[in-house]
């Protein structure tokens, strides 16, 4: 019974393992993690994308929740990349180098974001990093876009296909 037991906990333990394990983010060197949770109102972080230095942010969100994320700062070398930490990939769903500032999304099933404010390598640079600003919006339920009314007809015209009568 005792070896039941042990063997139903080993195969709970294995079967959560992973998924514990994919929302945990693998930070690098000198990086802080802050846990946040998802807003009511807008929400500002401030920070400095210190090299090798600076803080990351995890976001958990919920399926329907419409959300849109602003990244601001004066460097033109500092970025931020969102990452799902539930998907087996480790691809971005969103960078500022190459998306634009602003993500704007519904949230299609519950997960949890990193957010990683970071400073490129890979460009020349003075300095070892940059202030940045990131707005984090809960958004309304859009509506669906309305339909414009047609146009109401002009009869003083006449028709190429149809030429009025004299």
Known sequence: MKKLKLMAMAIAVIAIAPAAMAQTP????????????FPAATMEL?????????KVYTLPVKAGQHVKIDFS???????????????PDDEAIFGTDEDGQTFQ?????????????????????????APYS????????????ATPAPAPADDSKPSPLFPSRK
Do not use: C, H, M
């Open 26 to 37: 693998e930070l690098q060197r000198g990086e802080r993690l802050e846990k946040l949770q």
């Open 46 to 54: 401030k920070g400095w994308t210190k090299f090798g230095n600076g």
């Open 73 to 87: 700062t004066k460097s033109q070398f500092a970025f931020l990349s969102i990452f799902d930490l539930a998907a």
């Open 105 to 129: 999304t519904t949230v299609k099933q519950d997960a949890t974001w990193l957010l990683r404010p970071y400073y490129s390598k890979a460009s020349p640079r003075r300095g070892l990093g």
């Open 134 to 145: 990131i707005l984090v919006e809960p958004q309304a339920a859009s509506a669906a876009p």
